[in-house]
């Protein structure tokens, strides 16, 4: 079993930025692929980032490019979700996965085990 935390989300204005944090515990952090989802009211969860073991290799959604970077510390067991530029359109509940092996980033079924979510609403 793999445990994820969420933390980092909150309120900021149009064009601010947030750090949202994927705390693991419990197998090897670095044995699991790292995706970020979110899902807006109304709406289905849907692929933001993710990447891969090492770090080296990054995934964007379109929409997020540019303005997020993703990052792992494997040291500290830790993924974190750099947001720059946020536009209103990016609140949602935002979430992290974890996934040891990985065909399709933007699959969510592909994910194994799931935070609870960290919101983030960004006021226009």
């Known amino acids: 079993q793999v445990q994820l935390v969420e933390s980092g989300g909150g309120l900021v204005q149009a064009g601010g930025s947030l750090r949202l944090s994927c705390a693991a515990s419990g197998r090897t952090f670095s044995d699991y692929r790292i995706g970020w989802f979110r899902q807006a009211p109304g709406k289905d969860r849907e692929f933001v980032s993710a990447?891969?073991?090492?770090?080296?290799?990054?995934s964007y959604t379109d929409s997020v490019k540019g303005r997020f970077t993703i990052s792992r510390d494997n040291a500290k067991n830790t993924a974190y979700l750099q947001m720059s530029s946020l536009k209103a359109e990016d609140t949602a509940v935002y979430y992290c996965?974890?996934?040891?092996?990985?065909?399709?980033?933007?699959?969510?079924?592909?994910?194994?085990?799931w935070g609870k979510g960290t919101q983030v609403t960004v006021s226009s």
């Open positions: 996965a974890a996934a040891r092996i990985l065909h399709t980033v933007i699959s969510s079924t592909e994910y194994d085990y």
């Open positions: 990447i891969n073991l090492t770090g080296e290799g990054r």
